[in-house]
């Protein structure tokens, strides 16, 4: 069975410019999540939809972050413009029937803004 | 305090021995609680998910104690492969309402 996909795996890219890093869930799963990871922060959710549908946004750290989730296979998260301490490690993950069950995450993008 | 809290470590321990980590949690009415395990620059994964009555998988042995708030996780006979960071995930219930992750226990199991 296929995981989580994200895309890109690694991304750099001068300050200023926009980023967008991908996501598709795992098929049959209702329910996905963005996390940022760094050394100084650890894990740190910034978003979860369910139902394609956009529940918590509260981690997101301003307006130059946003997401989307236009149906039930795809995500985007959107940097702009990013700034080197949006530098980090950004993590997609779904899960079936929402929070209460675990969750299965994708390999993750890398991201260093320079 | 935080909402869940882990012992960074590292745990240093030989081939063979007995570890366990615990993890405290703020909110008593919590009510879904993981183990996940993360090998450095890879994505976390789920180890076990964590039952009231406790629950055993292998070598691992997960334990929640509701009463003073934490779980813990116990792992007999390390291996090298059991070198990985290891994650304390609870459902908070809070406004978020959505899992929240310690920042990891840190096991290197040693030759």
């Known amino acids: 069975d296929a995981g989580v996909i994200q895309s890109p795996r690694h991304e750099v890219t001068e300050m200023g410019q926009e980023v967008t890093l991908r996501c598709k869930p795992i098929?049959?799963?209702?329910?996905l999540f963005w996390y940022r990871q760094t050394m100084m922060r650890g894990l740190e959710l910034l978003i979860y939809?369910?139902?394609?549908?956009?529940?918590?946004d509260s981690g997101m750290p301003e307006d130059r972050f946003s997401a989307k989730m236009p149906n039930a296979s795809f995500s985007t998260l959107k940097i702009q413009p990013s700034e080197p301490r949006d530098s980090a490690v950004y993590f997609c993950?779904?899960?079936?029937?929402?929070?209460?069950?675990?969750?299965?995450f994708g390999d993750g993008t890398r991201l260093s803004i320079l | 305090r935080k909402e869940v809290e882990q012992d960074p470590g590292p745990f240093n321990v030989p081939e063979g021995a007995t570890v366990a980590f615990n993890c405290t949690y703020s909110?008593?009415?919590?009510?879904?609680f993981f183990w996940y395990r993360q090998d450095c620059r890879k994505e976390p994964k789920l180890l076990m998910s964590v039952y009231s009555s406790g629950n055993e998988d292998g070598r691992f042995t997960a334990q929640l104690n509701r009463a003073s708030q934490y779980i813990s996780l116990l792992i007999r006979d390390s291996k090298l492969s059991d070198s990985a960071t290891y994650l304390c995930?609870?459902?908070?219930?809070?406004?978020?309402?959505?899992?929240?992750f310690g920042s990891g226990t840190r096991l290197q199991v040693q030759p």
């Open positions: 993950a779904s899960s079936q029937q929402g929070v209460n069950q675990p969750q299965h």
């Open positions: 909110n008593s009415a919590s009510q879904s």
């Open positions: 995930v609870v459902n908070m219930y809070t406004g978020r309402r959505a899992l929240t």
């Open positions: 098929s049959g799963h209702n329910s």
């Open positions: 939809f369910n139902n394609n549908v956009p529940i918590d």
